[in-house]
């Protein structure tokens, strides 16, 4: 089973960055090691990408999938090469993929 969805446009996630755009709990409760971290809200508002996702191909994640797939689309309507990871957070960990904490310990997903 593929966790990644299609981006609007395809996409190519060649040297992609992990954008996790939970709100803050969710992202201190437990997120993928080495993902950047920018709330759907703050991105919805107009704000910037972090400088580490940048001139990059972005995946983004959520808790389910469902707002990462917003997301997406917004990023590509700002000419950014995005996709989702449908099931999010959920499936990653269900995926025995890492999760971490704020702290770097063992994270659970909120």
Request: proline residues 6%; glycine residues 16%; positive net charge.
């Amino acid at each position: 089973m593929s966790l990644f969805g299609r981006s609007p446009r395809g996409g190519n996630t060649g040297t992609a960055v992990l954008l996790d755009i939970r709100e803050p709990h969710e992202w201190q409760a437990g997120h993928a090691p080495g993902a950047v971290h920018l709330p759907l809200s703050a991105l919805a508002g107009g704000d910037g990408l972090p400088a580490a996702a940048r001139s990059r191909p972005v995946v983004v994640i959520c808790r389910s999938g469902n707002r990462s797939r917003r997301a997406a689309e917004l990023l590509w309507d700002r000419g950014v090469e995005a996709v989702d990871v449908i099931g999010g957070m959920r499936d990653w960990a269900g995926a025995g993929l890492p999760v971490v904490d704020a702290r770097g310990g063992h994270g659970t997903v909120a």
